[in-house]
């Protein structure tokens, strides 16, 4: 999978931005993003809107969390087939920790 999430700021004087966050609908939002997700049989979902920093943080938790469980789920894949993946796990277990 080929997840993707893009943020950029915008001008409120010339872009017609909802006044909160369209992820917590508290916030008033500071970017403008866009999130796509590669499902299994390769459709892409596409999510765009604007958001507050609190939440952009979290959709860029949410892009790391699908990245890391994907890289799992490679190196189990490897692992079954016998392959050595001694330096594919420490390089998984350097980037993203035990979590």
Not at 12 to 31: E, G, L, T
Not at 40 to 49: M, S
Not at 74 to 94: C, G, I, S
Request: contains cysteine; hydrophobic residues 35%; aromatic residues 14%.
């Amino acid at each position: 999978m080929y997840d993707s999430l893009f943020f950029a700021t915008f001008d409120p004087v010339y872009v017609n931005a909802p006044d909160i966050c369209d992820v917590c609908i508290k916030q008033p939002p500071m970017f403008n993003y866009e999130y796509c997700i590669e499902e299994p049989g390769g459709q892409r979902q596409y999510i765009k809107g604007f958001c507050c920093a609190a939440c952009a943080e979290g959709l860029l938790k949410k892009l790391k969390t699908r990245e890391a469980t994907e890289w799992a789920h490679e190196e189990a894949e490897l692992e079954a087939d016998n392959v050595d993946v001694t330096d594919f796990q420490k390089r998984r277990l350097a980037t993203f920790g035990r979590n």
